[in-house]
């Protein structure tokens, strides 16, 4: 005699897991992507351990456009390494709010949706403690944040 396989706990357990995978990319859609926040701490990131080219890569082509990454640079470190008189700082991510028609320069054009973020650097350099706090502003370019700031 031949015995027939159950083939239905296997096809059940198939049908589970694609309800499982459907209803998690449905109500979940933003799983792996960088929230606003995210960027901007990544950005402090890698100015804290002195990469700014890569820092620089997080900003939007309009500040692209405004700072040469060379410039960039040469300009950030030369600040934080010759005037500050430090290597590296600490920070703090803290307030963040939606801003409808956000606009970097009063001539320029506005972005429908920013988010500003507030940044508190902290500085230990050889003229004592200070910090500067920065409302830093992302917005979306092609799906994804990018940083741009506030010359008003």
């Known amino acids: 005699m031949r015995r027939r396989s159950n ?14 995978i459907i209803i998690v990319f449905k109500f979940i859609p933003s799983l792996g992507e960088k929230e606003p926040r995210d960027v901007v ?15 620089w890569e997080l900003f939007h082509p309009v500040m ?8 960039y640079v040469t300009e950030r470190s030369h600040i934080y ?4 008189g430090v290597n590296t700082f600490s920070y703090n991510i803290n307030d ?7 606009k970097m320069t009063k001539g320029s054009e506005a ?7 507030s940044v508190e650097q902290t500085f230990k ?11 830093v502003y ?10 741009v700031w506030d010359f008003k």
């Open 138 to 147: 992302t917005v979306e370019d092609e799906g994804e944040w990018k940083i």
């Open 81 to 84: 390494m010759g005037h500050y």
């Open 111 to 117: 972005f429908p949706t920013a988010n500003s973020i």
């Open 7 to 20: 083939k239905l706990p296997l096809i059940l357990i198939v049908i589970g897991l694609i309800v499982l």
């Open 96 to 102: 963040e709010k939606e801003i409808k028609s956000f």
């Open 125 to 135: 350099s050889k003229f004592g403690t200070f910090k500067v706090l920065q409302d």
């Open 64 to 71: 692209q456009k405004k700072f040469t990454k060379n410039a």
């Open 41 to 55: 701490d990544a950005f402090y990131h890698y100015e804290q351990e002195g990469d700014f080219g890569s820092a």
